[in-house]
């Protein structure tokens, strides 16, 4: 059989691809069948209440939606045959399924739960979801069962007991080709995959695709790491950590569902144009219950409306991991010694906890590491319990109730106001930034009187809501609210673009997985703020998970090899540790650096787009934000119609205008880039430039048209530009 089969005639004997085709037909018709008898469920004689049933039904409705057959998403992708018990391949009729009685395709109860025992001799189809027979025979594996790992790892050298596997092609929903690997052949030569290769190369219309058909063997390791440890993704442009990160939350959910359906999963990207970009990857993996945020969206409080915008200075400062120290100083500043006796009146006696008592329990409650608000709980119990110590000495005995009833005497509730008083954190925080003085309390010997005055507001506010919050304020009234209360804790955690997080913006977010996992996916030299991430030791521990493993990706499969080695000389000016990362893209792509006169760039630049658009894909026009008003005017002029960063793509309307500053963690066919030293110089800093300029360099999926005007960075200079008409 030839390596890779195209479409064959329909009249060939016994042809292979017709069978496949048969197979598929017969597991959509299965998968409609599943669907039906989740649709005709009836719960009216199983629930107790009207509560049980809207829980219930709504479980159903989501397994209902999850039976979904996506007609953009082929059912099954690649298949599995093992060798028999005897190492021998499976016979000839293994090239395809049979009806009936003999169906091959993991047939048998070994195989239900995918477990993966039992597999000698079978054949199973690997696919985006579980879909089984009227019997519960399984026809198609979902990807995440341990039967299906080898389909990513096995390989000549280790072809991990698969004598055969077998990659299918589509296109437009249709199953048009195969490509089969002898694992165990030695006369077989080890190739790259053509069909892979494809697949890797497809044009890109409409939000981001699952991955699922073409994860590496490096890859899947990620994937499919223990849900107990946190990973840390280090991953050059094109490598597929994004798609990396969400597969893992799909493997995760599938194999501790029970346990993350208690806990929840939550996904945080850099900016909402970035989370609809990538909203529709989980729902094709069959995950419908993942929530997505972005770290604003995370830290919001009901009270705030951010509306300010801090300095670099300001913000670097308050997202710096000293801000915690500050604020638990703050939080803690109005606990006061008693001064004054408790006297607690009960009937006809008068119980007394002297003054120095009261000391001994605020000092040992503030030397204990409990949140505020817990320890402030805990302050009428452990003065009750003093004076149920002097009831049992009086010969009394008092129990619980009468505990409870002291902590709630008035006397004693007196004192927790007067010793321990409630804290807002938003009016801490206010005051914090309003209050020179106070700031200076709570801040000497961490920040500089430099420092201070940098964040403090240049007016006083006089309320939360009418306050000048910024983004950066934000996080510090999260912080300041688990100081108080500790915040719920999720099962995993998805952090992805983590490179460009502050300190505080990092405790934040581990705050949401302190008894939990989190998958960290980022790329150092893709940092583009001022306090981006230096180092991922140091940013882990802000994280709360300094254990974690860090992986790093390199080889990459979407952006061209020449526009991967054009970008990568900003590498040693912008992230000299990091190993340059290569591409397995067999074609180079179009690529070229075009210089044009100041007066004629704008126009240049509309008939690259035009002419980008007479090619198939997605468009990207990125440029930086000063020059985004003269572009889309220019564009609009031409009567090219332009959608906004995050907006999906359809075949008629490709063209995407996108500022630099909003490129992060998207991607099109083929890249349009205006004058590289204005996105250079829209930044406060020569090198967070440079990053924002190899961002956006790097959006390219098959092609990338470099216009300028003013000189290249002397990093990209090297390159002889050619002079456009």
Known sequence: ???????????????????????????????????????????????????????????????????????????????????????????????????GDGNRHGHGHAHKDGDGHGTEGHTFYIGRRHVHDPDGDPMVIDWRAPVSQPFYRASKKDPQGVALRRRFGY????????????????????????????????????????????????????????????????????????????????????????????????????????????????????????????????????????????????????????????????????????????????????????????????????????????????????????????????????????????????????????????????????????????????????????????????????????????????????????????????GHVVLDEAQDLSPMQYRAVGRRCTTGSATVLGDIAQGTTPWATAGWAEALGHLGKPDSVVEELTQGFRVPRDVIAFASRLLPAIAPELTEATSVRESPGDFSVLRFAPESLTDAVVAACREALEREGSIGLIAADSRMADLSAALRAAGLATLGPGEETTEDSRLTLVPATLAKGLEYDHVVLDEPAAIVGGEPDERTGLRRLYVSLTRAVSGLTVLHAAPLPPELADRSPSLGS
């Open 171 to 490: 296109t437009g929903g249709e199953l048009t080709a195969y490509e089969d690997e002898h694992l165990t052949d030695p006369a077989e030569a080890e190739k790259s995959s053509t069909l892979l290769q494809r697949e890797i190369e497809r044009p890109r219309v409409g939000p981001m695709r699952d991955i699922v058909a073409t994860i590496q063997p490096e890859q899947d390791t990620i994937v499919r790491a223990s849900i107990d440890g946190t990973v840390c993704v280090q991953g050059a442009p094109g490598t597929g950590k994004t798609a990396v990160g969400l597969h893992r939350v799909a493997y995760l959910l599938y194999t501790h569902r029970d346990r993350l359906a208690r806990t929840g999963t939550l996904v945080v990207g850099p900016n909402r144009s970035f989370l609809h970009y990538i909203e529709q990857v989980l729902p094709a993996l069959g995950e419908l219950d993942v929530k997505q945020s972005t770290v604003e969206d995370l830290v919001a409080h009901p009270q705030l409306t951010v509306r300010a915008h801090d300095s670099a200075e300001a913000a670097g400062i308050k997202g710096d991991a000293r801000m915690a120290r500050v604020l638990r100083r703050a939080v803690r500043s109005g606990v006061t010694v008693p001064a004054e006796p408790c006297v607690v009146v009960r009937g006809s006696r008068r119980w007394r906890v002297p003054a120095y008592e009261l000391e001994e329990i605020v000092r040992e409650l503030l030397d204990r590491d409990m949140r505020y608000g817990a320890a402030r709980d805990a302050l009428p119990q452990r003065i009750a319990h003093h004076v149920l110590v002097r009831m049992e000495q009086a010969g009394e005995a008092p129990d619980d109730r009468v505990q409870d009833a002291v902590a709630r005497n008035p006397a004693v509730k007196a004192v927790v106001k007067t010793v321990w008083p409630l804290v807002d954190p938003a009016k801490l925080v206010l005051r914090l930034l309003s209050d020179a003085d106070f700031l200076a309390e709570q801040a000497d010997g961490i920040l500089t009187p430099e420092e201070q005055r940098a964040v403090l507001w240049a007016k006083p506010a006089r309320g939360v809501k009418t306050a000048p919050w910024s983004a950066a304020d934000a996080v510090l009234v999260d912080e300041a609210s688990d100081l108080i209360s500790r915040t719920p804790s999720l």
């Open 1 to 99: 059989m030839p390596a890779h089969a195209p479409l064959q005639n329909p009249h060939t004997p016994h042809n292979p691809l017709d069978d496949e085709r048969a197979h598929l037909t017969a597991s959509r018709a299965a998968l409609r069948a599943m669907r039906a008898d989740a649709e005709a469920l009836d719960i009216g004689d199983v629930t107790a209440n009207w509560v049980n049933a809207e829980v219930l039904q709504s479980e159903i409705d989501l397994r209902i939606k999850s039976l979904a057959d996506l007609a953009h998403a082929p059912l099954f992708f690649g298949r599995l045959d093992f060798l028999d018990p005897y190492g021998a391949a499976p016979p000839p009729s293994a090239d395809g399924p049979k009806n």
